[in-house]
């Protein structure tokens, strides 16, 4: 036990201090104007508990949307399967962006990842068996950070992170979209606290349950 602690506090100090030396959102958004358009975002899940989004899925969603709008992102990969709560993630959030004008086809669905690293390496792959060759990852400043090394040293085609810009968010959030969640409910759900230990979750995380495929 004293072990795991110790693994998951190195982890934190570990992603904490990298973050000191991650480019600001507001750098990354210029370089990502300077170097548009992409053929697709990646936009990893939230839980949804089937009533309203949370403040972190609608965060993602609405910056997809901007980006695309805005010609910067030409698709969208939504991310994440039932993972702790009977709700498909990235369903959900392709549901949302529906409503707030992303047409449906220039939205994409993976459904199966459990955990960030997992959003990220199977959106990838479904990325390049689309085509689609310019890359990038869109969500918070956190995440981004967290995933950066992954990014850099897992795969072969380049991928970009475009983490939303605070000042630029609240301009454009105030958007109330209603959806009708039950397509994206999963009957006979079992959350990964059950399916998975602690330990289990967190090597997911850190994305030792991927199984690598060759470029």
Known sequence: MLRYFLLILSSILLFSSCALFRPSPGRLFKRAVKN????????????????????????????????INKGIAKNVIFSGGSVYTPYVESKIMALY??????????????????????NIYNSYWIAKEKGFTKIAVASDQFQS???????????????????????????????????????????????????????????????????????
């Open 97 to 118: 962006a529906e409503q707030l004008g992303v047409p449906k086809e220039k939205i994409f669905i993976e459904d199966k990842a459990e955990h960030t690293t997992e």
């Open 145 to 215: 950070n967290l995933l950066m090394g992954f990014t850099k040293r897992r795969f072969k085609l380049p991928i970009a992170h475009i983490p939303f810009v605070v000042d630029t968010l609240k301009t454009i959030d105030n958007v109330h979209p209603i959806i009708s969640p039950e397509s994206a409910h999963v009957d006979n759900f079992k959350s990964i606290v059950e399916t998975q230990t602690k330990r289990q979750r967190f090597r997911g995380t850190r994305g030792k349950n991927i199984i690598f495929r060759k470029e």
């Open 36 to 67: 548009q358009p992409y053929d697709v975002i990646i936009v990893p899940g939230c839980p949804f508990d089937g009533k309203d989004w949370s403040l972190p899925m609608k965060g993602r969603v609405i910056w997809a949307c901007y980006l």
